[in-house]
């Protein structure tokens, strides 16, 4: 574990180890607020040297999920700064995910008055729960027409500032895993028209002038972007093998032309080679690589350079000190999975740790 435990520093990004914190949906935000528990939970788990929340709405619209946190009132802001402290005092860095779900939701999860929105009018297939109405079918969403699209970006670089603001050390924009921003790049979600629709250039376009306008508020060195290509989570369509492949080694480069810390990607079974190269030799900053990770084979990808670090979601869910076991060589403890999204302590906080 040389690699995986040593120090990590590349350009502003200096971390204590080569080890982050995937995302992971936790559920524990009562009324969209951080709170308490949260901030214990995050606390728990500052053995990584970078720690990136779970998914967190920038604005009403995008709140798919109950009990997801968010970033656009005051309240939050405030609340988010109990994990920031918790995380810091640990002498580890904490980044925010910002996600808007699109049309992986359902409306009763929203705020009244507010309704999911998406490129376009598609409703996804499948089902989510609600606290409210139980499971439910995915609601259609309102399609976003151009002021929408710009209040859309505005909301997300206020988001950003926000984040800022409640003392976190930068954002990672979430377009992965079927939610809205992967939602813009494929064609068989995004059928617009405009310059958001059609070709590969306008169809990262979203993703593009969010960065963008983030990274010109807060440095581009606080942006982080998570993709997953070739996957099918929360009903992605499949659709040409080769525009896929052209689409991320596209938004790859334009990324790395705009500076940010680092690429997140959600690795799966279904990404070729030539995709992994592509996007390697397109971004030059750092490049983190998550799922399906040992931390056997974690070490293996940091000793061959296909990343620059590695990221472990599941594997903190039921181990908080993933990273003293792994230093150890201790066993793990499996996930219990029946409470993993309750409101409460239970299979959150509540995990045994190493003295």
């Not at 910002?98 to 359902?106: F, Y």
């Not at 206020?158 to 377009?175: I, K, P, R, T, Y």
């Not at 939602?183 to 958001?196: E, F, G, K, M």
């Amino acid at each position: 574990m040389k690699m995986l435990l040593s120090p990590f520093v590349k350009g502003a990004l200096q971390l204590k180890n080569h080890i982050v914190m995937a995302p992971t949906t936790r559920s524990r935000a009562l009324h969209n607020l951080p709170n308490g528990l949260m901030a214990t939970y995050y606390k728990q788990c500052a053995g990584a040297g970078l720690v990136i929340t779970e998914g967190t709405s920038p604005s009403p619209e995008g709140l798919g999920y109950p009990r997801m946190p968010g970033i656009f009132s005051g309240a939050q802001v405030a609340g988010w700064q109990a994990t920031t402290k918790a995380v810091h005092a640990g002498d580890s860095k904490i980044f925010l995910q910002l996600m808007h779900t699109g049309r992986i939701a359902h409306v009763t999860n929203l705020p009244d008055g507010y309704q999911p929105v998406g490129l376009s009018a598609i409703k996804a297939a499948g089902d989510i729960f609600s606290d409210q109405a139980g499971v439910q079918e995915h609601s259609v969403p309102v399609v976003l027409d151009a002021a929408g699209l710009a209040q859309l970006i505005t909301d997300f670089v206020q988001a950003a500032a926000n984040a800022s603001q409640a003392s976190f050390d930068g954002v990672e924009l979430h377009a992965a895993n079927g939610y809205l921003l992967e939602q813009s790049l494929n064609p068989h979600v995004n059928n617009r028209t405009d310059t958001y629709g059609g070709s590969r250039e306008n169809r990262s376009r979203l993703t593009l002038e969010i960065a963008e306008k983030i990274a010109r508020a807060i440095g581009p060195e606080k942006v982080g972007v998570r993709l997953s290509p070739y996957s099918a989570l929360h009903d992605m369509p499949a659709y040409d093998k080769e525009e896929v492949h052209q689409t991320y080694a596209y938004l790859s480069g334009e990324l790395n032309r705009l500076g940010i810390a680092y690429l997140h990607v959600s690795d799966n079974a279904a990404i070729p080679q030539k995709t992994h190269q592509a996007i390697r030799r397109a971004f030059t900053n750092t490049l983190i690589y998550g799922n399906r990770l040992s931390a056997e084979t974690a070490e293996a990808k940091l000793q061959a350079g296909a990343a620059d670090l590695v990221a472990f979601g599941r594997s903190f869910l039921s181990n908080p000190d993933f990273i003293k076991r792994a230093g150890k060589n201790e066993a793990f403890t499996a996930v219990d999975s029946v409470a993993l999204y309750s409101a409460n302590a239970q299979e959150y906080t509540a995990y045994p740790v190493l003295d």
